[in-house]
Structures are given as structure tokens and as C-alpha cells.
């Protein structure tokens, strides 16, 4: 794996000129949020999730975004029904496993789709990402109580058990293939302040995705993006409100040259 910041900024430089679809079955807390985060990115979002043109509409996507969060059996269908179309058709697939190890409901989901669908990245945290191996992990709602560390040693295995990359993100997020282990240490507290990151930073892998056909360096490289998005809002903003709004536009503002140089990407 050659320099991964370098890697970055072609990435964001590739996103925003291809503008890539990015088809999201997402749920409604989030939305209006990664939507907005998609545009500021340069991708063109779309939040489709009917079963009679979920089909339609990952066959012109350039990636497909699967999120439980808020999860009924037909939204179920819909995605395995979209999942299967990308398969089909060798489009990227993200899954975020939200609050996956809280409820037989989404434990059972997320491993369905696992199974039914060629899934690129996984990208959650460390409790949904050990409850998709572990029948005695548990999660506090869409919490994580397990760290990054915690999991660090079974997502290498899972990753190759399941031959899937893994993104699990917190303080220092920890990207694997079951073979090259990459660590990204950017980021900023107030993150974890406001709801939805965590579904943005999968959002913000799916256009990497649509870009970069390597899942570890289209992972690692959106993580080390939307971390530097929130350091940069960080220094002007000191609660949470004002801290999403500043991170919406360092989104837009932050330039490819910018990452490479202010990434922090470190393979092991």
C-alpha cells in the first residue's frame, strides 16, 4: 500500500469530479443529514428504499449504502432486494450494522445481508462490528461499549471469515481486510456529539467507494477525510450545533491537497 494521503486527495479530487450517485436505504433519523454531507462531499445522494425500484435505482448508482438504524422487515427486503442488483451488477455495497448486538431484530438483519450480499466495507463500531461474530455481544441501544481495541483482533478474523473489509471507527478508527491493518487517527470530540457521524462517515466511505476500487485504502482515506472535516470545525465551533454546521462546510471546503497533507493514515 503505497501513501495513503496521496491516495486521499485523488480520491476527493475523483468524488468531486465524477460526482458519483450514491443510493442510500438509510434510516430516518439520518437522512436529511447525510444527504446534505453528500453534497458537500461532491456526490449526488439519493434515498430510495421502495421494493419496486430499489432495482432501478442501484443499477445507476455508483455505490449502495445499507444502514439499519431504524429498520422494519419490508426495509429489510428492500435492501437485500437492492443488495442483490449490486451483486449482480459488481456495484460497492457498504453496510452499517447500526446498533447491531442490541436486538434479535437488527443482529439477524445484518447478518442476512451479510450472507445474501457481496458486501465491500463493514463500518461500524466496535460493539455492532463484534455482535456480527459474537452471539454474547451486547450494545448500549447504538452505542458502543467495546473500544476500537476490543474488537481490533477479531475483525482481522472476521474480515477474512467473512472476506469483507471492516471499518470500525472511534478515537483512532481501525480499517482491515484480514490481511493489511490500517489505523486513522483523525477526528475530533465533539463527533460523538452529535448524532448521525457515524452514518455520515459511512456515507463518506460509499463515495470513496465509487471512486477508489480498493475497499482498505476507500475506507481508510473517507475516515481520514470526514476526521479532518471534524478537526477543522473543532477550532471554531465549542458545542455541538454550531460544531455540525462548521463540519458540513469543511466538507466542502477542505481540498485534495489539503487531506494528503493533513491526513493521518498509518499502516499496523
Known amino acids: 500500500m503505497n501513501n495513503l494521503g496521496e491516495a486521499a486527495a485523488r480520491n476527493l479530487a475523483a468524488v468531486r469530479e465524477k460526482k458519483p450517485l450514491i443510493h442510500n436505504i438509510t434510516n430516518f433519523v439520518v437522512m436529511n443529514t447525510t444527504a446534505n454531507a453528500l453534497l458537500a462531499m461532491g456526490a449526488s ?94 450494545t448500549k441501544g447504538v452505542d458502543s461499549i467495546h473500544t476500537v481495541d476490543d474488537a481490533a483482533g477479531a475483525a482481522t478474523a472476521l474480515s477474512s471469515q467473512l472476506d469483507t473489509t471492516l471499518a470500525i471507527t472511534g478515537p483512532v478508527d481501525l480499517v482491515t481486510d484480514g490481511k493489511r491493518i490500517i489505523r486513522v487517527a483523525n477526528g475530533h470530540p465533539l463527533m460523538g456529539y452529535v448524532t448521525g457521524t457515524g452514518c455520515t462517515a459511512t456515507v463518506a466511505i460509499g463515495a470513496f467507494l465509487a471512486v477508489d476500487p480498493d475497499p482498505v485504502s476507500a475506507a481508510a482515506t473517507a475516515l481520514a477525510y470526514f476526521g479532518l472535516a471534524g478537526e477543522i470545525a473543532g477550532k471554531v465551533a465549542d458545542a455541538p450545533g454550531s460544531f455540525w454546521v462548521q463540519l458540513l462546510d469543511a466538507l466542502y471546503t477542505i481540498t485534495p491537497q489539503q487531506l494528503e497533507a493533513d491526513s493521518k493514515i498509518e499502516s499496523g
Open 45 to 138: 445522494p439519493v434515498m430510495a428504499h421502495a421494493p419496486n425500484e430499489v432495482e432501478e435505482m442501484v443499477s445507476f448508482a455508483g455505490a449502495l449504502v445499507l444502514n439499519i438504524g431504524t429498520l422494519t422487515d419490508p426495509w429489510v427486503a428492500s435492501m437485500l432486494k437492492a443488495g442483490a442488483k449490486a451483486t449482480a451488477l459488481n456495484k460497492p455495497v457498504i453496510l452499517d450494522p447500526v446498533g447491531s448486538g442490541a436486538t434479535a431484530l437488527r443482529t439477524d438483519a445484518a447478518r442476512t445481508i451479510i450472507a445474501q450480499t457481496r458486501i465491500s466495507v463493514i463500518r461500524g463500531n466496535a460493539s455492532e462490528v463484534l455482535s456480527l461474530q459474537r452471539d454474547d455481544t451486547k
